[in-house]
Nanobody
């Protein structure tokens, strides 16, 4: 079973940056789209960024121009570079492998907590 391990979260001041990583063990990201989700306290998990197998990207309006998703196929890893962080970016960030229709197909990992606060 594919295990997804997210890392890189932490506490950062508004305007700061973080880089999240997601590694897939036992399987590979290479044949699937990769997605980063955010779940704030008391809300549903939402997709904030997606990257296709050929590198095409899609972002939620709330993070456009600030977040960048990328992938390293050799390492079966998907990254999320987050710049210009805002308090509303606070939440637990999860990654997943996605079908071409955008359906997450792996079991959810533990996620990584991002807290933006002064």
């Amino acid at each position: 079973q594919v295990q997804l391990v997210e890392s890189g979260g932490g506490l950062v001041q508004p305007g700061g940056s973080l880089r999240l990583s997601c590694v897939a063990s036992m399987e590979t990201f290479n044949f699937y789209d990769g997605g980063w989700y955010r779940q704030a306290l008391g809300t549903q998990r939402e997709l904030v960024a997606r990257i296709g197998t050929a590198g095409s990207t899609v972002y939620a309006d709330s993070v456009k121009g600030r977040f960048t998703i990328s992938r390293d196929s050799a390492k079966s890893t998907v990254y999320l570079q987050m710049n210009g962080l805002k308090p509303e970016d606070t939440g637990v960030y999860y990654c997943n492998r996605l079908t071409s229709n955008g359906i997450p197909i792996s079991s959810w990992g533990q996620g990584t907590q991002v807290t933006v606060s002064s």
